[in-house]
């Protein structure tokens, strides 16, 4: 099975239309069908019927048993439902023309990296779980513009403050919870902004009746496909294996002590109610170490003036001149086109390859010490580089603090986006035909 994020697991195997009002001709109608109407665009019964019975053969598979027909047909709609206005903001913002065939390339290479194959085999690959390429394709840039769309409009407003980040590193110093790795699944009842205190007894009392049920042994995937209001819900709730450090913090503390099978006790955040159980638990080794190299580099971009041919020769120029004698880095700042780095005559600083594309990490991985590389061509134009030296390098205490930030956003984020769709839901002009 691929190593694929479940994000998409629903929409990798539905084509988004993305087709509009004014664009919907009687033919398609009639071949087709409306099952809701949302703003401008439309979800089609074609891709209702596809989620709903993708989501049935995927209960199917786990052996789990789904909320009841009505119950279910209402949010898989709701779900291609927010999937719709999210596009369509998405659209509006110009964020559909960003995502290129490189960048979607780039990812299907990094899914392949991680299967261990090459670009090529992905096709066949792909057909062993009966998933068509093209449909391929078309859900992963969908689930890569629903990712940028969501950077944008929710994680770029979390801020994380620096009180935050100190208490965060002083608690991972001696956390068992922080220290380990977590398989979770997860309940969430939200409540709305507007909701009355009745309304908040409501749910509270709604989700100590969900906890009563699991202590009586009824099946968490079950309960959270019924009543959860999560992303994962129709997935069981899973949330898969979480690196300790990345934890949200609201869990922190009551996953104190819990052992693999236990389920906490409902317990609040502001805007909603959680559950979690414990589906597995492991500790992990806290140091870390990563090999890095410190690389400058010289990148040319083809224009209407300058092409392929003309920058891969300029690049061919000033190796000659390197050559020579001359200084890289004085040729980095004439010559190239990386704003960032061509008045550091190109210096990269120390990184780890695996940051860069992958034309980029191969030549950087493949190269010499002090010999600049051949022209070599990327998504962002012609290159030369040169690696200057390399290292093992302790990242514990950098990592500490990027699993900090990433912990107190993740743990923010959930609401936030639960927030961001609401309001989004509640202006948005729906008319469902289901």
């Known amino acids: 099975m691929l190593k694929i994020n479940i994000l998409f697991s629903l929409v990798a195997l539905i084509i988004s239309t993305n087709l509009f009002a004014d664009d919907y001709s009687e033919d398609v109608q009639l ?31 786990q052996n789990m048993q789904l909320p009841p027909e009505d119950i279910l047909e209402e949010q898989i709609l ?85 009180r935050e980040i100190a208490q965060c590193k002083l608690d991972i110093e001696n956390n068992v919870v922080i220290n380990s790795d977590w398989q979770l699944s997860h309940i969430l009842l939200s409540i709305s902004e507007s909701a009355s205190s009745n309304e908040i007894s409501s749910i509270e009392e709604k989700a100590i009746e969900i906890y009563q049920l699991l202590q009586e042994n009824k099946d968490f995937r079950e309960l959270a496909a019924l009543y959860s209001d999560g992303p994962t819900a129709l997935e069981g709730g899973s949330l898969g294996w979480l690196n300790g450090q990345q934890i949200p913090s609201i869990f922190v503390n009551v996953l104190q002590n819990m052992k693999a ?94 940051n860069f594309t992958s034309k980029f990490k191969e030549a950087a991985d493949s190269a010499e010490i002090g010999v600049v590389t051949e022209p070599f061509r990327s998504q962002f134009g012609w290159h030369i580089l040169e690696v200057i030296d390399r290292r093992v390098y302790d990242n514990t205490e950098e990592i500490k603090e990027m699993n900090c930030v990433n912990r107190i956003r993740i743990s923010k984020q959930e609401e936030e986006t639960i927030l961001w769709l609401q309001r989004m839901r509640d202006e948005a002009y729906v008319d469902s035909r289901i």
């Open 31 to 61: 071949l087709d069908g409306i099952a809701a109407i949302v703003n401008e665009g439309i979800v089609l019964k074609s891709q209702f019927i596809e989620a709903l019975e993708l989501v049935k053969q995927q209960a199917a598979d």
């Open 78 to 162: 709701e779900r291609l439902i927010i999937t719709e206005l999210q596009m369509q903001r998405a659209k509006m913002i110009g964020l559909t023309e960003q995502i290129s065939d490189q960048y979607l390339n780039d990812s299907i290479q990094q899914i392949a990296d991680q299967n261990g194959i090459s670009f090529e085999e992905m096709p066949e690959l792909l057909a062993k779980d009966n998933i068509e390429y093209s449909e391929f394709r078309n859900g992963l840039r969908e689930d890569l513009t629903l990712r940028e769309l969501k950077g944008i409009e929710v994680l770029r407003n979390i801020r994380v403050s620096e």
């Open 261 to 354: 099978g236990e389920v906490t006790r409902p317990f609040r955040a502001p805007n909603s109610y959680h559950i979690v159980k414990v589906d597995d638990v492991r500790s992990t080794i806290e140091r870390s170490e990563i090999n890095q190299s410190k690389i400058r580099h010289i990148l040319i971009e083809p224009n209407e003036i300058i092409d392929d041919a003309t920058a891969k020769q300029q690049l061919n120029d000033a190796i000659e001149k390197i050559n020579q004698g001359v200084e890289f880095g004085v040729l980095a700042k004439l010559l190239s086109d990386d704003i960032g780095t061509a008045n550091l005559g190109g210096d990269l600083d120390w990184q780890e390859t695996s």
